[in-house]
Each structure stands twice: as structure tokens, then as C-alpha cells.
């Protein structure tokens, strides 16, 4: 079932008027398309553009990133957190180059495939740098389509889902899948935003049901959600004339990143477990030095910092302070480390 012209036209046309100009949308490049969608997701576009510009700069091809080591991409990808999403990129290239020499593939089946590429990566990958009839479905899609359409189930239920992408699908089959597909992201990023939608400047207020119903504040309905878990951790800052200890983390908090010694209770003896964790010896200060939360998606970290002097460590990194943005780090040692050196 295709939607009806008139409505894909309407988001073309705005699409092609009101569009923010963005590096990713001076490119088809297929790889350089993966990566933009791969940063933006639950990063902001004006947090996502240099680091954008600065990794393409640096791994210019799929081949450039599948032979880089895992610390460079994390290293340049440090700061924009997820560090999931650039172990998956990196996976994925890897692939590229492993089984189709290089180029990101046109199939969507074989581009579905690849580690790390959801429904919604190759969509995006299919639509705007190949041109393919291809849906996407992210967060800013599935409130416009609700609000559209009025879709009142739950997002996250398979029934919702199903819906929405039924939806996508039916929308961007016709000309220009690409731009289609943007003008509808677009639209849910600038004007149908989450809380006061400025339905007067949009495209396709004359069909939507949310608007004809006065029912725009409560659709979508929101996923039920968990509350992050409280999780106390010490985090020690151990030095060495100056240069702070950092060893490499392995599971799934902050795996493959360069970490200060981490551990999971509060108090001298578990900062010391975590410094013998971490295979570091050093003489670990009376009191921590400062405390801190860090949230992450569903846990919200109750930081202890604890200071350590004449460290030593045969396995360590040894990183000055002002050096910490080139390595591949988690912001929460960044904070730490600012913390305990300025406490000290
Ligand atoms: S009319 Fe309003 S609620 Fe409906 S899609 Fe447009 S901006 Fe969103």
C-alpha cells in the first residue's frame, strides 16, 4: 500500500525548502551515510558534526577504519559515549572490506547482515546514499507517524512497531525514497517536536489525526520505563610524576576503553580492591576526594574518587591529565580525573 502523492509531496517539498544543511547531506557515500547515522543515534546532531568531520578526515574509507586498531576508533570516537555503537562500526567495515572488498553492499539483505546495521541503519543506508524504496523508523519518525496517523499504542509494544513500520514502508515507496525518509526525520527533529509541536509550519497538519483531535500532547504514548538503578562505585586517580594510571577494561561497562581503576562498593577497602583489580599498587589517600553521579542509560553510577600516589603498574597507560581527550576514555574518568587532580 503506497501513501497517497499528495502527502509524499508535501514532505518533499518542505524537505527540500526547509532541510538544515548538514555535512552528511553533502555526501551519498554509502560509508560516510553509516557513520553519520551511527553517531546520531542518542547523540544531538550539533555534538555529532565534529566528530563526524574529524573521523572521515581520519578513516576516509571503509578500509581506512577495518585497518585501524580498536583504540584508535575509540580514541575517536571518545567523548560521544555509546562506546558500543564504535565497536559495531568497526565490526561492520571490517566485514565490508573482509567480504565484499570494500564497498558498503546494495543488497539490503546482505547490508541487514552486518554487525551492528539494525532495520533502521540499512534504511537510511538504502534510502539516501543507494536510492532504495528502504523505511526507517528512529524516535523522531515513530512520533511523527503516531501523531500522523494517530497511533495510540505504547511505543516499544510489536504492536506499535509493526504499525509504524508498516507505516514507514508505505510512505517511502514512490520517488526520492531518500529525501522522503529525511523530510519525515527532519520534520519530527525541527517542527513536530516531542513537547509543543508547531503544527502551523507543518507540511502535512491538514491529515494528521493527532492535530484534527487535539491529542498532539499525548502521542505518542510513552514506553513504560525502568528507573535507572543506583550502583555505587570507587574510582581511584592513581599517579606517577604526575601521569594518571589508566588500564584497560574488559565486560560490558566501558569494555575496550582505557579506565581508571573502577570497582563496584564505596569505601577505602573496595578502592583498594580496585586498584589490586586493576593490578596497580599504590598509596591510596585517608578519605576519597570527591563524589560524583554519572548516569548512564540505565544505571545511575554514585561515583567515589579516591586519590593514589607513587603508582605502580606494569600494565597501566600512563596518560598526563591534558592528554586524556586522545585516548580512548569514558567521560566519567575525564570527570573523575578533573575532580582529583583539582581536589589534590
Ligand atoms: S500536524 Fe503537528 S502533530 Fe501532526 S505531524 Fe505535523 S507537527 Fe506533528
Request: glycine share 8%.
Amino acid at each position: 500500500m503506497k501513501a497517497p502523492a499528495s502527502t509524499r509531496a508535501a514532505l518533499v517539498a518542505w524537505y527540500d525548502a526547509e532541510k538544515r544543511s548538514l555535512p552528511w547531506r553533502e555526501t551519498r557515500d554509502p560509508y560516510a551515510i553509516w557513520v553519520s547515522e551511527i553517531m546520531l543515534q542518542q547523540t544531538r546532531v550539533d555534538t555529532v558534526i565534529p566528530y563526524f568531520e574529524r573521523f572521515l578526515e581520519r578513516f576516509p574509507s571503509p578500509r581506512a577504519l577495518a585497518e585501524a586498531s580498536e583504540d584508535e576508533v575509540l580514541g575517536a570516537w571518545s567523548g560521544l559515549g555509546y562506546y558500543r555503537r564504535a565497536r559495531w562500526l568497526h565490526a561492520g567495515v571490517r566485514e565490508v572490506v573482509a567480504r565484499y572488498g570494500g564497498e558498503v553492499p546494495e543488497d539490503p539483505e546482505a547490508r541487514r547482515a552486518l554487525p551492528g546495521v539494525g532495520r533502521y541503519t540499512a534504511g537510511a543506508i538504502g534510502s539516501i546514499a543507494f536510492g532504495k524504496a528502504e523505511p526507517v523508523v528512529d524516535g523522531n519518525v515513530a512520533r511523527v507517524l503516531a501523531r500522523l496517523h494517530g497511533i495510540a499504542t505504547p511505543l516499544g509494544r510489536a504492536d506499535t512497531e509493526r504499525a509504524l513500520w508498516s507505516r514507514a514502508e508505505a510512505l517511502v515507496e514512490g520517488p526520492r525514497p531518500g529525501d522522503l525518509n529525511q523530510a519525515v526525520m527532519e520534520l519530527g527533529a525541527t517542527v513536530c517536536s516531542p513537547r509543543a509541536p508547531r503544527c502551523e509550519a507543518c507540511p502535512v497538519a491538514s491529515e494528521c489525526v493527532a492535530r484534527r483531535d487535539g491529542r498532539t500532547a499525548e502521542l505518542p504514548a510513552p514506553k513504560a520505563r525502568k528507573k535507572p538503578v543506583d550502583a555505587p562505585r570507587v574510582a581511584v586517580v592513581a599517579t606517577r610524576r604526575g601521569a594518571v594510571a589508566l588500564v584497560k577494561r574488559d565486560g560490558p561497562l566501558f569494555g575496550g576503553l582505557w579506565e581508571l581503576p573502577l570497582a563496584e562498593g564505596a569505601g577505602r577497602t573496595a578502592a583498594r580492591e580496585a586498584l589490586r583489580e586493576a593490578g596497580v599498587s599504590a598509596r591510596i589517600g585517608e578519605e576519597p576526594v570527591a563524589a560524583l553521579e554519572h548516569v548512564l542509560s540505565h544505571r545511575r553510577l554514585l561515583v567515589e574518587v579516591w586519590r593514589a600516589t607513587a603508582a605502580k603498574a606494569p600494565d597501566a597507560r600512563w596518560v598526563e591529565p591534558a592528554e586524556l581527550g586522545e585516548v580512548g576514555t569514558s567521560t566519567l574518568t575525564r570527570r573523575c580525573v578533573e575532580q582529583a587532580l583539582g581536589a589534590a
